[in-house]
């Protein structure tokens, strides 16, 4: 069993496997009190402490896992260089007022190879799917184990990953899960960052570099309500794009959120949402902007 950190005294209890959490539920089960969940990988910033104050707000029960799940990381690379900080993030979420804290090892998530396989459909074809071979299904593996494990009645995401919200939002309904999932706003930095884990590996250089991706978010939403069309707004960023040295953009998409299809128009009646993924120097990045008249 993994040690936690000495340097603090939890109030939180932090619980490894199954097994520890079914005892620990079975306490407060004939209590009939609500349980929420929020899924994390670890390297909590504050957008992670969004969703924590919602489902500490939301919940009588407040759960948070850590866990960095090896199999929806299509390249090996981002997956060892993922960062870590447990001590740090525990430390946050003590101070947030969190109850339990589940921290799994990959033997305990895994105890053997997994033969499942999701297949989400057209929404992971595009976009983050197409450029990230394995990742949806790895997302709805772990989100299924840990909603089966925890058995919350809320489960906390952020609209960040706006693909993955479309693609948990299936696995949800198709499998009858009865759980309801709250959809957090993006935090941003001042000047307009969305805040990701992986911004800690980017370069004092790279970090105003990457700034390119919000910016031509905004630049698109100011242009299509003033009456561009679409197709001339995203060829326009892309050649922004290029003439952005260290920056390589992957996609820059007109999308339908609830059912993730992708737009050729842009409608100001309908609801639709920008999404972008780009690597900054060697790190890669994602975002989205919800595009509201």
């Given at each position: 069993?993994?040690?936690?950190?000495?340097?603090?005294?939890?109030?939180?209890?932090?619980?490894?496997?199954?097994?520890?959490?079914?005892?620990?539920?079975?306490?407060?089960?004939?209590?009939?009190?609500?349980?929420?969940?929020?899924?994390?990988?670890?390297?909590?910033?504050?957008?992670?402490?969004d969703l924590?104050?919602?489902?500490?707000?939301?919940?009588?029960?407040s759960v948070?896992?850590?866990?960095?799940?090896?199999?929806?990381?299509?390249?090996?690379?981002?997956?060892?260089?993922?960062?870590?900080?447990?001590?740090?993030?525990?430390?946050?979420?003590?101070?947030?007022?969190?109850?339990?804290?589940?921290?799994?090892?990959?033997?305990?998530?895994?105890?053997?190879?997994?033969?499942?396989?999701?297949?989400?459909?057209?929404?992971?074809?595009?976009?983050?799917?197409?450029?990230?071979?394995?990742?949806?299904?790895?997302?709805?593996?772990?989100?299924?184990?840990?909603?089966?494990i925890i058995?919350?009645?809320?489960?906390?995401?952020?609209?960040?990953?706006?693909?993955?919200?479309?693609?948990?939002?299936?696995?949800?309904?198709?499998?009858?899960?009865?759980?309801?999932?709250?959809?957090?706003?993006?935090?941003?930095?001042?000047?307009?960052?969305?805040?990701?884990?992986?911004?800690?590996?980017?370069?004092?250089?790279?970090?105003?570099?990457?700034?390119?991706?919000?910016?031509?978010?905004?630049?698109?939403?100011?242009?299509?309500?003033?009456?561009?069309?679409?197709?001339?707004?995203?060829?326009?960023?892309?050649?922004?794009?290029?003439?952005?040295?260290?920056?390589?953009?992957?996609?820059?998409?007109?999308?339908?959120?609830?059912?993730?299809?992708?737009?050729?128009?842009?409608?100001?009646?309908?609801?639709?949402?920008?999404?972008?993924?780009?690597?900054?120097?060697?790190?890669?990045?994602?975002?989205?902007?919800?595009?509201?008249?």
């Amino acid at each position: 069993m993994r040690q936690l950190p000495q340097a603090i005294s939890y109030r939180m209890q932090v619980f490894y496997t199954g097994a520890e959490w079914a005892t620990i539920r079975s306490n407060f089960h004939a209590e009939n009190l609500s349980i929420g969940l929020v899924p994390t990988m670890g390297a909590l910033h504050e957008g992670h402490l969004d969703l924590v104050a919602q489902c500490v707000k939301a919940s009588t029960i407040s759960v948070v896992s850590i866990f960095v799940n090896p199999i929806q990381f299509n390249n090996p690379e981002d997956f060892e260089k993922y960062p870590s900080s447990l001590q740090e993030d525990l430390e946050l979420l003590e101070k947030a007022g969190v109850d339990y804290v589940f921290v799994p090892e990959v033997k305990t998530m895994y105890p053997q190879e997994t033969k499942l396989r999701f297949d989400f459909g057209s929404v992971e074809r595009i976009l983050e799917g197409a450029f990230r071979p394995g990742h949806f299904n790895g997302v709805g593996i772990i989100v299924s184990k840990l909603f089966n494990i925890i058995q919350p009645d809320l489960a906390f995401f952020g609209q960040k990953d706006l693909q993955q919200v479309a693609v948990i939002k299936r696995l949800v309904q198709d499998l009858s899960f009865p759980i309801e999932l709250k959809i957090v706003p993006t935090r941003r930095e001042t000047d307009g960052l969305a805040l990701s884990s992986r911004n800690r590996r980017l370069s004092p250089e790279d970090r105003k570099k990457c700034l390119i991706l919000y910016e031509s978010m905004i630049l698109a939403q100011k242009e299509l309500f003033e009456g561009k069309k679409w197709l001339e707004v995203q060829g326009e960023i892309s050649q922004n794009f290029k003439h952005c040295e260290g920056v390589e953009l992957e996609y820059f998409e007109l999308v339908e959120p609830d059912q993730f299809e992708l737009l050729n128009e842009f409608d100001p009646n309908q609801k639709v949402s920008i999404c972008v993924a780009a690597y900054v120097g060697p790190v890669r990045l994602i975002d989205n902007l919800p595009l509201n008249a």
